[in-house]
């Protein structure tokens, strides 16, 4: 996936915007960054693999080497970045968030000009951030070349470009992930933040402002912010932005993550209760850490106590979605997760889950937790069924959608994985019902039941054509 944040003040920037990019390091841990400008015009920069440690280990001796008043830092899908580029607009520096699905085709016709070349090869693809750098460079100004990439990229991207003057601020055309703009007022020196995650601002000093719009531009310098290129008016956020990859403590579009999960796991129990199917269990459990807030809402509404038969090992294993190898993520996802014995013999569990994605990860815990003697495990995801991968974000670098536990599951009953799609992701059809029953099975499930795509958009309080669904129903 990937975080951006940036930071503009009258003095020295550098320990906010280590702190604030560190605040993103949930949406990553390939590759982080940082560059900054001083004053009289000189750039600074350092780049590190953050793929076996964390991002401030890495960084914590480079920041008393950083020096200026204005920054930019991200963590990074792949690629290193920030990368300094010298061009006709002059010296800046970039960043990038999002995927650009149409790579090849831009660089083709780059190269047709026979004026452009490609530098940064990461596991051997062109670097997004550096051909976004090359359709910017073939306008006037920041502003028109932010509007071409807005025109020719498929996909989304979100930039940061810090020039010696100021930092301008992009977010992707239809708005799929989120940037944010925030001030710190002092007396001598008031600064200006700009973030993927508002989960930065608060220990940092920094109050909201207001979010930019899908496609918005803004240029932003000690003195203040100006819109460059206006919002338009459609927007598609990526509504997972809520139930899985966005950290509890943040809002976007004035929708907080932690109580949207409250509400998502309210609404499965309410439908559980609505359809007389609720489970008799002991107790209500969220497989951490994002299944945690939709657990707590679904023990408020259904009354039982909420308990924690698996505790995360926090202070050195990552995220497990975040590795490419498959035996590393599996490896992740069970080191990371101990159990507590006492709280699973005998138990009758009721377990939400953000999601299930490719479902291997949670057929391992599900296996350790009947060999731990569960008596029963009911089971309620905070989503639909994931039938189609991303085409917008690099929310997982997967290269097909047979991957998926949905996708495998229909072409068990149907012989291939895209037979009657509409049918599959449809709760109301019987053949909904079969593969939902099929999985329930493959897991060894007492029961198992996902949230309705009704259900979870009203849990996030948006219009739903203001939402990004693709993952679920496969809709633009």
């Not at 509007?147 to 799929?176: K, Q």
């Not at 000093?205 to 899908?214: A, I, K, N, S, Y």
């Amino acid at each position: 996936m990937g975080g951006l944040f940036g930071v503009v003040c009258k003095r020295r920037c550098t320990e906010d915007l280590f702190y604030g990019t560190d605040y993103h390091s949930h949406l990553g841990t390939m590759r982080g960054g940082m560059a900054t400008v001083e004053t009289g015009g000189e750039f600074h920069r350092f780049i590190h693999d953050i793929t076996n440690s964390q991002f401030r280990t890495k960084f914590e001796h480079d920041v008393e080497r950083l020096k200026g008043f204005m920054g930019i830092g991200v963590i990074s899908d792949f690629d290193d970045q920030p990368l300094l580029i010298a061009s006709h607009l002059g010296v800046y520096a970039i960043a990038t968030v999002g995927k650009v699905a149409n790579a090849e085709a831009l660089m083709k016709q780059a190269f047709h000009r026979r004026a452009v070349h490609i530098s940064n090869m990461a596991l051997g693809e062109i670097s997004p951030t550096e051909l976004v750098a090359t359709l910017i460079n073939q306008e006037d100004s920041f502003a028109d070349g932010i509007r071409r990439v807005h025109d020719e990229i498929r996909g989304s991207c979100s930039i940061l470009v810090l020039t010696r003057e100021a930092l301008y601020v992009a977010r992707d055309r239809w708005g799929r992930t989120p940037l944010i703009l925030g001030c710190r007022k002092g007396r001598r020196n008031t600064a200006w933040a700009v973030t993927m995650e508002t989960t930065a601002f608060p220990n940092l000093g920094f109050e909201p402002v207001r979010d930019l719009g899908p496609g918005e531009c803004v240029r932003v310098t000690p003195d203040g912010f100006e819109t460059v290129v206006p919002p338009q008016h459609l927007m598609k956020i990526c509504a997972f932005l809520w139930i899985y990859y966005g950290y509890p403590a943040s809002t976007y579009e004035g929708v907080n993550v932690e109580e949207c999960r409250n509400r998502c796991g309210i609404m499965l129990a309410k439908r559980d209760a609505g359809e007389g199917e609720r489970p008799v269990g002991d107790f209500v459990c969220g497989i951490p850490d994002s299944g945690v807030g939709h657990a707590l809402g679904y023990a408020q509404e259904s009354r039982l106590p909420y308990r924690r038969p698996f505790v995360k090992y926090t202070p050195t294993w990552p995220r497990s979605f975040m590795p490419q190898d498959q035996t590393i993520r599996n490896l992740i996802a069970r080191m990371k997760l101990i159990p507590v014995k006492e709280l699973i013999k005998g138990k009758r569990l009721i377990f939400c889950e953000d999601s299930i994605v490719r479902g291997t990860q949670l057929r391992d815990t599900l296996k350790r937790i009947r060999t731990g003697g569960a008596r029963e495990i009911h089971l309620r995801a905070a989503c639909p069924p994931l039938a189609f991968q991303c085409p917008y974000l690099n929310f997982s670098r997967s290269k097909s959608e047979k991957a998926l536990a949905v996708r495998r599951t229909i072409e068990k009953l149907e012989g291939r994985s895209d037979a009657h799609l509409e049918e599959y992701v449809d709760p109301r059809t019987d053949r909904h019902r079969r593969m939902v029953e099929t999985i329930r099975r493959a897991m060894r499930l007492d029961s198992l039941k996902y949230q309705t795509l009704e259900d979870m958009i009203q849990a996030i309080g948006l219009p739903a054509c203001h939402l990004c669904t693709f993952c679920w129903n496969g809709q633009e």
